[in-house]
């Protein structure tokens, strides 16, 4: 996968960022224009690799990625998505480090390395609470997992900033049909619904969610 024809050197081994994000992101990153950025779910950097192209050619940036690099439910063995998780963490490096070169301004790529409940809950007890304006959900599917993302990344999220939730349509075809706990949606629903007041839905195409915060 190539973003632009002379950045035939990036390592990505998938389409997820194109098929989805990719078209949204080209509209709305103009409107958030983002500086101080937040990913849950890196793999191999490819929608880091996009916001810091993006986004560092008009002014410096930091952008925190977390993940464990161990992959979700669906990587495990018998899951569907098949990946040595050491080569995507190597791959994750090899590309960001790439993008970063190419920056002609200043970016503060920040790894966290861990489950994000716990690495989140750092970010607030570091006192990150209203930092981020854009914050890009696509780590784990499991649905108690994102609510917590969800609750957690709202605390770091400036108002007025959006936070975007991949996959909000995804779900596994299991022997015994689908399981709603191994989804985002029901998650998603939960705190959208909880936190009416202080956020709005942004008008997207339905396999993704995005909210901007209104207040804290
Ligand atoms: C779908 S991939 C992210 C794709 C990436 N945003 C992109 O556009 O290419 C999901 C990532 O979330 C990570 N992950 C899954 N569960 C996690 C958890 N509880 N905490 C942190 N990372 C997790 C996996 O290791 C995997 O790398």
Sequence with gaps: MRFTNDHGDYQFT?????????GVWDQLMPDINPTRILEIGAYEGASTCYLIERQAR?????????DTWEGGVEHQPGGYVQADMSAVERRFHHNTRLAIGR???????VVH???SDFELSRLVA???QNHFDFIYVDGSHQAP???CDAVLGFRLLKPQGVMAFDDYLWQESLPYGTDPIRCPKPAIDAFTNLYCRK??????PLNQLYIQKLSD
């Design 145 to 147: 997992d994102v609510l």
């Design 199 to 204: 956020l709005q839905i942004l008008k997207a």
């Design 113 to 115: 390395k861990g489950y």
């Design 126 to 128: 570091a006192e990150k």
């Design 14 to 22: 998938n389409q997820w960022f194109e098929g989805t994000a990719r």
């Design 58 to 66: 008009h002014h410096d940036i930091e952008i925190h990625c977390i």
């Design 103 to 109: 920056a002609t301004h200043r970016v503060d790529l």
